[in-house]
């Protein structure tokens, strides 16, 4: 059965970077696309951006670019989410989520980036 | 820019029906695909309704989605509530600037 499982939670100071996984199994990794979308303490989904996981080609959503990159470990199905410069803003889980289709149909369970001094 | 509008929180008693809308801000929502998840506290989202009104195996039938061309909205309709459709329930289409664009969700409290 298809499973996104994501790195822990983790505790950073602002400026500091952060590197998220998210491990696919259960289908071939290169043939969907991954999403990464934001969720703020109590906000609603923020659509972050996508990953081609065929060419590594990131596309970043308003609001997520220069701080933020996607990239991919092909050989170890894993995608990443890597932000740097940390925010207190910045904090909230971060989801993978793989498109076979329309929708997001498969999420990984989330991580918890917590900003703090 | 594009958005979707959701009502902030709705509520119900048991057995009745409830609807959630999402309004498009701009353009015909006709022209991309709507999709609803449902998020309970502490979870991922999962898909309930996607292409507008199709159901993914394993959704209960009492979920259904409609599209509203004059109102320039979609629906998401959950009949016979039950205490477990207690989540949030949020909206997603695609924009013109190839963007997918989440509502801002909806608390659906069942009581």
């Known amino acids: 059965q298809v499973q996104l499982v994501q790195s822990g939670s983790e505790l950073k100071k602002p400026g500091a970077s952060v590197k998220v996984s998210c491990k696919a199994s259960?289908?071939?990794?290169?043939?969907?696309?991954m999403n990464w979308v934001r969720q703020a303490p109590g906000q609603g989904l923020e659509w972050m951006g996508w990953?081609?996981?065929?060419?590594?080609?990131?596309t970043y959503a308003q609001g997520f670019t220069g701080r933020f990159v996607f990239s991919l470990d092909t050989s170890v199905s894993t995608a990443y989410l890597q932000i740097s410069s940390l925010k207190a803003e910045d904090t909230a889980v971060y989801y993978c989520?793989?498109?076979?289709?329309?929708?997001?149909?498969?999420w990984g369970q989330g991580t918890l980036v917590t900003v703090s001094s | 820019n594009f958005m979707l509008t959701q009502p902030h929180s709705v509520s119900e008693s048991p057995g009745k029906t409830v609807t959630i809308s999402c309004t498009g801000s701009?353009?015909?929502?006709?022209?991309?695909?709507v999709q609803w998840y449902q998020q309970r506290p502490g979870s991922a989202p999962t898909t309930v309704i996607y292409?507008?009104?199709?159901?993914p195996s394993g959704v209960p039938d009492r979920f259904s989605g409609s599209i509203d061309s004059s109102s320039n909205s979609a629906s998401l309709t959950i009949s016979g509530l039950k205490t477990e459709d207690e989540a949030d329930y949020y909206c997603?289409?695609?924009?013109?600037?190839?963007?997918?664009?989440f509502g801002g969700g909806t608390k659906l409290t069942v009581l």
């Open positions: 989520a793989s498109q076979t289709t329309i929708d997001f149909d498969y």
């Open positions: 259960g289908y071939t990794f290169t043939s969907y696309a």
């Open positions: 990953i081609n996981t065929n060419t590594g080609n990131p």
């Open positions: 701009s353009g015909s929502i006709a022209s991309n695909y």
């Open positions: 292409e507008d009104n199709q159901r």
């Open positions: 997603q289409s695609y924009d013109s600037s190839n963007s997918w664009v």
